[in-house]
């Protein structure tokens, strides 16, 4: 089954030079055509998915806006290439004639919002999502075009190939446009570390992947562990082990559960590997640290 979607359009004045070419699969629709805009020329579009317009010659002579209310005449230049949310209508108009070709891409939301996440990170992919987006294109941004158009109008590969350079696609033609705020600090906020103690302590201590951590404050897995690092000084998974050990110390000092159980409580695989997590860390092993603090505490 193809991408499902709803698309509205209307035009005045724009006339299509060579028949639409399209090619439809689960996550997605590509359609490419060659078209030619009067002076005056004009139109509206709206779609229930998000959709990227990648154009191949000048377009500044046409403006665009949001919105059906707003005349576009009074809108802003159409760049090279335009990110549109889901349910967000956009108008044209042609302040001069000329003939363009043009590139149409259509997602499933949720795909394109998992394939981002795992680069950008959840808060940027929301700020993506939540905004129209202009941008003047790249190099790249014209050969993965011309290859898209290729397998659209003569498709030599499946579906995932054709969803992957689609994917290619938009991370280069929206590139300039990802926030980078967090990577130029390159350290996480105080936010976002108390976020991280407050998801391991609800954890009860147990461990979390590299990929929950990251979700959990909205970045990307490979740039997390570097700004993590730059923030803390250690690894992910030293800064757990640390705290996991912390935690052991505690249920040591504090209750009667013995070795083993503290083990299996802080999700340990066996007592012999916490045992030897916690001497690399402490210097003792579980058993000797114990009584060595509860000797001092009787003194």
């Given at each position: 089954?193809?991408?499902?979607?709803?698309?509205?359009?209307?035009?005045?004045?724009?006339?299509?030079?060579?028949?639409?070419?399209?090619?439809?699969?689960?996550?997605?629709?590509?359609?490419?055509?060659?078209?030619?805009?009067?002076?005056?020329?004009?139109?509206?579009?709206?779609?229930?998915?998000?959709?990227?317009?990648?154009?191949?010659?000048?377009?500044?002579?046409?403006?665009?806006?949001?919105?059906?209310?707003?005349?576009?005449?009074?809108?802003?230049?159409?760049p090279?290439?335009?990110?549109?949310?889901?349910?967000?209508?956009?108008?044209?108009?042609?302040?001069?004639?000329?003939?363009?070709?043009?590139?149409?891409?259509?997602?499933?939301?949720?795909?394109l919002?998992?394939f981002?996440?795992?680069?950008?990170?959840?808060?940027?992919?929301?700020?993506?999502?939540?905004?129209?987006?202009?941008?003047?294109?790249?190099?790249?941004?014209?050969?993965?075009?011309?290859?898209?158009?290729?397998?659209?109008?003569?498709?030599?590969?499946?579906d995932?190939?054709?969803?992957?350079?689609?994917?290619?696609?938009?991370?280069?033609?929206?590139?300039?446009?990802?926030?980078?705020?967090?990577?130029?600090?390159?350290?996480?906020?105080?936010?976002?570390?108390?976020?991280?103690?407050?998801?391991?302590?609800?954890?009860?201590?147990?461990?979390?992947?590299?990929?929950?951590?990251?979700?959990?404050?909205?970045?990307?897995?490979?740039?997390?562990?570097?700004?993590?690092?730059?923030?803390?000084?250690?690894?992910?998974?030293?800064w757990?082990?640390?705290?996991?050990?912390?935690?052991?110390?505690?249920?040591?000092?504090?209750s009667?559960?013995?070795?083993?159980?503290?083990?299996?409580?802080?999700?340990?695989?066996?007592q012999?590997?916490?045992?030897?997590?916690?001497?690399?860390?402490?210097?003792?092993?579980?058993?000797?640290?114990?009584?060595?603090?509860?000797?001092?505490?009787?003194?």
């Amino acid at each position: 089954m193809g991408l499902l979607q709803n698309f509205e359009g209307r035009t005045e004045g724009i006339e299509k030079t060579v028949p639409p070419r399209w090619r439809c699969c689960a996550r997605m629709l590509g359609i490419h055509w060659r078209a030619k805009g009067q002076p005056g020329a004009n139109g509206s579009y709206w779609s229930d998915v998000p959709r990227l317009m990648v154009f191949l010659d000048d377009m500044s002579f046409v403006r665009i806006s949001e919105g059906y209310e707003i005349s576009a005449r009074h809108g802003f230049p159409l760049p090279m290439v335009l990110f549109v949310p889901a349910g967000v209508p956009i108008s044209s108009y042609f302040d001069a004639g000329s003939e363009f070709m043009h590139l149409d891409l259509h997602f499933d939301a949720a795909w394109l919002r998992q394939f981002l996440t795992s680069s950008l990170g959840e808060h940027a992919v929301d700020d993506i999502f939540g905004r129209t987006i202009g941008t003047e294109g790249s190099a790249q941004v014209e050969a993965l075009a011309h290859l898209l158009m290729e397998e659209i109008s003569e498709p030599a590969h499946d579906d995932l190939y054709f969803e992957s350079l689609a994917g290619a696609m938009v991370m280069a033609a929206l590139a300039p446009a990802f926030p980078m705020q967090k990577r130029r600090s390159g350290r996480l906020t105080g936010h976002q570390m108390r976020k991280l103690e407050r998801g391991f302590d609800q954890r009860g201590g147990q461990r979390m992947s590299i990929a929950e951590m990251a979700q959990l404050v909205g970045l990307s897995e490979s740039w997390f562990s570097h700004v993590f690092k730059s923030t803390t000084g250690m690894t992910p998974v030293r800064w757990q082990k640390d705290r996991r050990i912390g935690n052991a110390q505690m249920l040591l000092r504090e209750s009667d559960l013995s070795v083993a159980e503290v083990a299996a409580r802080l999700g340990f695989s066996d007592q012999s590997h916490f045992t030897k997590v916690f001497r690399d860390v402490v210097g003792h092993t579980p058993a000797s640290w114990r009584r060595l603090v509860l000797y001092r505490l009787e003194e």
